[in-house]
């Protein structure tokens, strides 16, 4: 049998990346954000996944935004360390798209084609927790309360620690304190949460994530 092939998902902490860095992770031990992608590639390949903090990636010297200088620096990194493709999911954490999503493709889109490895990114309205508060049968089998799911999870747009925050509803959902221990309550809803559900509750994140995903890296790793 020959290696698994390795996607590089890069996201913003541990509730959709988990604890472990920079080392490659089975299917049977992936996080969240991971493990959306895997179940989203729907592959036979032998996979594995390895999780970075995209905060924590140099940004190429040039002129241009930010964040397209970063995705090139990720891009570029998965060519080196022979990777087969790399994931991108930031929140939008209420700041303009031409900051967030906009910018994530335009550092995708300079290098998209032949010589470069493929590329998938996604911005979660307003954070990711809004993910995992979208399928109430997902919530209560990581032993949350399905009756605190959310039908509009990108509505919620408050700040850190209040009301509206998506990351503290998801901490009452999952019956957590101030959102210690979602990492591992978010790995379980992922893997059984259904993706047209996500889809659907959260159109203006998830499902482009998706359909990049399924256009981007299936074919990369199938």
Same mark, same amino acid.
């Given at each position: ?17 988990? !604890?472990? +860095? ?5 299917? @049977?031990?992936?996080?969240? $954000?991971?493990?959306? *992608?895997?179940? $989203?590639?729907? &592959? =036979?390949?032998?996979? &594995? /996944? &390895? ?9 190429? !010297? ?31 954490? #209420? ?9 994530? +493709?335009?550092? #995708?889109?300079?290098? =998209?084609?032949?010589? !470069? ?11 990711? @927790?809004?993910? %995992? *508060?979208? @399928? ?31 990351? %503290? ?12 221990? $979602?990492?591992?309550? /978010? ?7 259904? $993706?047209? &559900? ?8 998830? +499902? ?15």
């Amino acid at each position: 049998m020959s290696d698994p092939k390795v996607v590089a998902v890069f996201g913003e902490g541990p509730g959709e990346l988990g !604890h472990v +860095r920079d080392r490659p992770l089975r299917p @049977d031990e992936l996080p969240a $954000l991971p493990q959306l *992608i895997h179940r $989203l590639l729907e &592959t =036979n390949t032998a996979v &594995t /996944y &390895t999780c970075s903090l995209f905060k924590d990636v140099k940004h190429v !010297h040039g002129r241009g935004k930010k964040f397209a200088k970063k995705v090139v620096a990720v891009i570029r990194q998965a060519a080196r360390m022979g990777h087969a493709a790399a994931v991108i999911v930031i929140d939008r954490d #209420r700041e303009a798209d031409k900051e967030r999503i906009e910018a994530l +493709r335009e550092g #995708r889109d300079s290098l =998209n084609g032949p010589g !470069h490895r493929a590329c998938a990114v996604g911005v979660a309205v307003e954070t990711f @927790d809004a993910w %995992m *508060i979208a @399928d109430p049968a997902a919530i209560q089998q990581a032993g949350g309360d399905s009756g605190k799911s959310v039908a509009q999870p990108e509505s919620l747009a408050g700040k850190p620690g209040s009301k509206d925050d998506p990351k %503290m509803v998801a901490a009452e959902a999952f019956g957590l304190s101030k959102g210690v221990g $979602l990492a591992d309550k /978010y790995a379980k809803a992922a893997a059984v949460a259904d $993706l047209e &559900t996500l889809a659907k509750k959260c159109p203006k994140g998830f +499902r482009p994530f998706a359909e990049e995903v399924r256009e981007r890296i299936r074919p990369a790793v199938g």
